[in-house]
Every structure is written in structure tokens, then in C-alpha cells.
């Protein structure tokens, strides 16, 4: 193969990862359904793309005791789709599934803790098989992406945990999520 | 390359006339200068390179919002396949400028890296990702081979290892299996084997030695980092189950009498065979061997692994002196110097008093980097036949 065949291959190759990515991520944005998830963030950085919030929702800790699953049984790094329901634009959990629900709207999640609960006897000895209490998920939408040196002020100066801090995000019909915006008070945060 | 005294050997055997004994001088001294200046031009034109890249990096961090994201990305792409052309145009249509061409190929693969995560930053996938890493090594991976590009053969080799180090953050079911310090050896193992294989086929061949180099830095580092008196060292049995097939795997190769007289660098290579079956012994016994058994386990670990690196770098002293490579000789020296560093560091750090401990550092350090220069500089002159 000639020099100039591998510069054009190359050139498509890289158009195709570039394109790829972006329609993967338009896709989501385009066909998804919006949808309001309550969080709480804290301001670290990024090795390569500078300043970002981590932001932990309400549903990145899903208590089994309140939210039915199909199967109890999880291990760490198994895939969950968690069916959603909007009360007043906010997506709430409604139930857990290890497989892609029919006709209902899902996120799609990585299990990245369990947490256990077991009662104890007398003794201190514990009386039965402990069971799963909570599971830590993890979306692939933690993070959101400020200004250098934005991330801390605007921490500082609108995030004083008193104000309600949502995300909105769009989820399309495969689970998969994606960052529109992030709103403090019901309103669009400006960066 | 034959040499000064070479030439007068002939001179004096009457192999040669001084006329030709003048020419020859003459040519070997331009040579000499040619051959230096074309290692300058490709230290500039790579630090340069690297440096842009580092500042596209940034571009990318400090995420400027006077700039709206099509742009930012058009920009950013735009300058990748546009670097990426004028690396092209140079290295192979123009011909006269090769080794800027070589710069700017790499410069285009640190923008390829740095566009990906300007995408990555506009739809805020989750920070730290190992898959963006990933995707960065599969896109510029196919360069070392279409362009024969050594430099970015080394970036492959730092992106891999950043990869692993991303994973095994993400993955945290990982540290149940494997520490960190085995997990970098092995990797230097791998990528250190990548090199030997590179170096048996001829086409592949301009990649094997800057595998081999990125491979045994990663070995010698993640080798020091467990001659520190640190951790307990416990592993899964995993670990030295691929200790032993990766060792056994590279001995094999090593071994094959057609491959085994291929090899330049025979006796560095097994060096890496047996670091990584002394590991797999050593792994093994912290699984059979209970801790109760052996009486301050950290500190025989410890022990063990400062004669295992002090072994290696003997090792490494003898391979670079037979094969004259004056990189290896270089790293082994540089690593002893580090070594002894550390030790000075653990042993008179809690005995002398701080001002003494720093001076009598300082001297010892001073003493011992004169005379590893003098040897190193008397080797570099031995084995480029007078050439400083």
C-alpha cells in the first residue's frame, strides 16, 4: 500500500471515529426523552478536559427495600435498566430490571457497589444470609463539564445546598443518557 | 563505523596512503556531523510537536466559552487532518523536510487525542474515562505501521499504560485481583514482548526498539516501587499464572533457534524472561508460604526485591556493554543512581542528623554521578568508535 492510500485511510478513519461519536451522542439528544434528575454536586478536575461537577443523583443509589426489582441478585459491574416515571418533568425510579423493559422509559446503568444489610442475633453473630440493601449506580452522566476556574466559583457562589440543583438529561430508547443542562432553582445555569 | 585508530592501522599496515588515510578522515568527520545534526533537527522538531500538542491539550481543559462548540470542534479537527496533511506532504510528496514531516504526524495523533476529548468534554462523559483513552490508542495505533513512526509507537506505549491506570481506577473489582506496582510490570512486560516481536520482521522492525525502551522504563519503575518497604505484598493466583506464561511465552520466542539469532538485544530481552518467572515464584510463594512462616514478611520481601533490581540492572550494565548500546547502559545507571538514592533515603534518614544526612547525601550522590559519567562517556566513546 502507497503512502498516499494510508494518509486517505487514515483521514477517513479518524472522520469515522469523530462522526461515530458525535452521531452516537445527537442520537440520544435528537430522539431522547427529557427528563429532570435531582443532584448534588462537588467540583474536581478532569486530566484532560480541565474543570468538571460530579454530580450524584438521587437514582445513582437505588434502595431495594423501596424499589422492586426483577431479579434481588446483583454482582458488581452488572448492567441494570432502570424504568423511570416523569412526576412533574422529574424522572422517578419505578422498577429495577437486569434486561431492557418493553414500552416504558429506562436509563441504563452500571452496578458499581452493593451494600448489604443482615440482622444480628442476641449474640452479635449474624442470624441469616446477608442481603442486598442499596446498589450504587453509575450512568455515564457524572460528570458536567465548566469553564476552567468556573467550577469552584460557581460552587461557591450559587451552591450553597440550600437551592435545589437538577440535571436535565435526555435518555433515548436504548437507555442510553445524555447532559442538556444543568439548573439551579428551575433555572438554566449560564457558562 | 570504523574509527581514527582504525584508519591508522591501516595507515601504518600500508593498507592505505595518507591521501586516502586524509579522505577517509575527512568523510568519517562529516559524517559524524551530518549524523549529529539529524539527531538534533529530531529532538527539536519532536519537543516541539509534543509542546503544541500539550497546549491543544489545554485548549481543550480550559474549555473557553467566548468559542461556541461547532467551532471549537471544527477547529480542532480541521487542525488535526490539516496537521496530519502537511505531516504527509512533508515526510513523503516534498521529501525535503522528512523528519518535521515525522514531528507533524505525531502532532496530528496528540490533536487526534485532544479532539476526542473536546467531543468527550461537549456531551460530559463522565471524567477520567479509560474507553476515551482506548479509543485515542485504536486511532493512531495503525500510524506506527503505515508511516513507520517510532515516535508515535511511544505514545501508544504511555497511552497504554494511562489506560491501564484509568481501568484499574474504574474497575475497582481489579484491586481485589491485582496491585497496581504488578499490574505496571506486567504491563511493561507486554509491552516490552510487543518490542521483541517487532524486532523479528523486518518490516515492523523501526518500531522494536521504543517498545522495548517504554517496556523495561515501566518495568524498572513499577520494579522500584516494590523495593520500598511499603505494603504486605498478598496476590491473587492469577498473578502468577500470568507472570509465569508471559515469562515462559518470552523465553520460548527468545529461545527459537531461527528468531533467538534475529535478535539484537538477546541478553536484555532474557533479563525480562527471568524478572518476569523470578515474579511468578515470588507471587507463588506469598499465595503457599503463610505469612506466620517467615518472621517481618515485609521487610524479606523488601530485601528480595532490592537484590532482584540490583540484579536486573547488573543485567542491564552487561547487555548494554556487549551489545554497545549505550541507552541501556544509560538507563541501568540512571536507575542505579535512584536506587541508591532511595536506600540512603530509608537506612541514615531516622540515624544522622538532617543537616549531616543532606550533605553526606549530596557528597555521595556527587562522587557517584562523576564517576558513572566518566564510565558512561568512556563507554559512548568505545562503542561509536570516538564519537562524543
Given at each position: 500500500m502507497n503512502q498516499k492510500k494510508i494518509f486517505y485511510l487514515t483521514v477517513v478513519f479518524w472522520l469515522l471515529i469523530f462522526s461515530g461519536f458525535i452521531l452516537y451522542k445527537e442520537y440520544t439528544l435528537r430522539t431522547g426523552t427529557e427528563v429532570l434528575l435531582k443532584t448534588e454536586p462537588v467540583d474536581p478536575r478532569d486530566l484532560f478536559r480541565g474543570d468538571y461537577v460530579t454530580l450524584n443523583y438521587e437514582i445513582s443509589t437505588l434502595n431495594l427495600g423501596e424499589i422492586p426489582a426483577e431479579d434481588p441478585y446483583f454482582e458488581y459491574n452488572d448492567r441494570i435498566y432502570l424504568a423511570l416515571e416523569i412526576e412533574n418533568g422529574y424522572g422517578v425510579p419505578k422498577k429495577i430490571y437486569k434486561n431492557p423493559p418493553d414500552d416504558e422509559l429506562y436509563i441504563k446503568g452500571t452496578v458499581k457497589e452493593l451494600i448489604y444489610d443482615w440482622e444480628e442475633d442476641k449474640e452479635g453473630l449474624i442470624a441469616e444470609e446477608p442481603r442486598i440493601k442499596e446498589l450504587r449506580i453509575e450512568y455515564g452522566i457524572e460528570s458536567y463539564f465548566v469553564p476552567e476556574g468556573r467550577g469552584r466559583e460557581i460552587e461557591s457562589q450559587q451552591?450553597?445546598?440550600?437551592e435545589g440543583v437538577d440535571v436535565k438529561v435526555v435518555v433515548d430508547k436504548f437507555g442510553n443518557a445524555v447532559i442538556k443542562s444543568l439548573l439551579i432553582d428551575g433555572k438554566e445555569v449560564e457558562i | 563505523m570504523f574509527d581514527e585508530d582504525l584508519i591508522q592501522k591501516w595507515l601504518d599496515e600500508g593498507t592505505i596512503n595518507h591521501a586516502q588515510a586524509e579522505k577517509m578522515r575527512a568523510d568519517l568527520a562529516e559524517c559524524k556531523k551530518e549524523h549529529r545534526s539529524k539527531r538534533q533537527v529530531i529532538a527539536f522538531s519532536t519537543i516541539g510537536a509534543i509542546l503544541i500538542g500539550i497546549g491543544a491539550i489545554l485548549f481543550v481543559a480550559s474549555?473557553?466559552?467566548?468559542?461556541g462548540n461547532t467551532f471549537k470542534v471544527l477547529l480542532l479537527v480541521g487542525s488535526t487532518i490539516g496537521i496530519h496533511y502537511a505531516g504527509y506532504h512533508f515526510k513523503y510528496?516534498?521529501?525535503?523536510?522528512p523528519r518535521l514531516g515525522s514531528a507533524l504526524i505525531l502532532l496530528s495523533a496528540l490533536f487526534f487525542g485532544a479532539s476526542l476529548f473536546l467531543i468527550a468534554q461537549i456531551y460530559n462523559i463522565?471524567?477520567?474515562?479509560s474507553t476515551l483513552v482506548l479509543i485515542w490508542i485504536i486511532g493512531v495505533f495503525p500510524l506506527i505501521y503505515g508511516y513507520m513512526s517510532t515516535p508515535i509507537a511511544g505514545l501508544c506505549s504511555l497511552l497504554f499504560y494511562l489506560w491501564i491506570g484509568l481501568l484499574y481506577t474504574e474497575r475497582t473489582d481489579l484491586e481485589k485481583l491485582i496491585s497496581m506496582k504488578d499490574l505496571y510490570l506486567l504491563s511493561g512486560i507486554t509491552v516490552y514482548f510487543t518490542g521483541v516481536l517487532h524486532g523479528f520482521t523486518e518490516k515492523v522492525k523501526h518500531a522494536e526498539k521504543t517498545f522495548k525502551f517504554m517496556g523495561l522504563q515501566a518495568v524498572l519503575i513499577a520494579l522500584f516501587v516494590h523495593t520500598f518497604k511499603l505494603w504486605e505484598y498478598k496476590v491473587e493466583i492469577i498473578v502468577p499464572v500470568i507472570y509465569a506464561i508471559s515469562g515462559i511465552l518470552l523465553l520460548a520466542v527468545l529461545l527459537a533457534k531461527p528468531l533467538r539469532e534475529k535478535s539484537r538485544s538477546f541478553q536484555a530481552d532474557v533479563s525480562i524472561s527471568i524478572i518476569a518467572l523470578l515474579m511468578a515464584s515470588i507471587t507463588l510463594t506469598t499465595i503457599y508460604v503463610?505469612?506466620?512462616?517467615?518472621?517481618a514478611p515485609e521487610k524479606v520481601y523488601m530485601i528480595i526485591f532490592n537484590v532482584i533490581f540490583l540484579g536486573l540492572l547488573t543485567l542491564l550494565l552487561y547487555a548494554g556493554y556487549n551489545m554497545e548500546d549505550i541507552g541501556i547502559v544509560s538507563t541501568a545507571m540512571f536507575w542505579f543512581i535512584l536506587l541508591i538514592f532511595a536506600r540512603y533515603f530509608d537506612f541514615f534518614w531516622e540515624l544522622l542528623p538532617r543537616s549531616l544526612f543532606f550533605m553526606l547525601g549530596g557528597l555521595v550522590l556527587l562522587v557517584i554521578s562523576i564517576v558513572l559519567e566518566r564510565k558512561r562517556r568512556e563507554l559512548k566513546v568505545q562503542f561509536s568508535g570516538g564519537e562524543q
Open positions: 451552591w450553597t445546598g440550600r | 474549555n473557553w466559552e467566548k468559542i510528496e516534498n521529501q525535503k523536510y463522565n471524567a477520567n474515562n503463610p505469612e506466620s512462616y517467615i518472621s
